[in-house]
């Protein structure tokens, strides 16, 4: 996370609509269009498990990573819904992500939860 703050989406509802017509969409649009420099999607709470069962959420993802967004899933929240090994298939590095948002918050990142 080093260099300039930049956006981080956190991600933790389960609503999929919400998930694919904003969350995913903004974190891809915002790259592909230049908005933000550095964008980042950490996957917590109930979304690691919606994502883990839904085509269409994984496509989106795909669409982000390909995009150039960096994401990651809460290491916790996986292994409690029991879809680590999924995530991390998806492309998303798996890792406790507590002390990691204290330090977006601190490096003065934009944080957006959805």
Known sequence: MQGEPGLLLLWVTRDREAALNMALLYAKNSKIHGWWDRVHLLVWGPSAKVLACDLDLQEALAAC???????????????????????????????????ALTEYLKAGWKVLAI
């Open 65 to 99: 990573l390909e995009a150039g967004v960096e994401a990651f899933a809460c290491k916790a929240c996986a292994e409690g819904y029991a879809v680590g090994g999924q995530l991390a298939r998806l492309g998303l590095e798996v890792k406790y992500a507590g002390e």
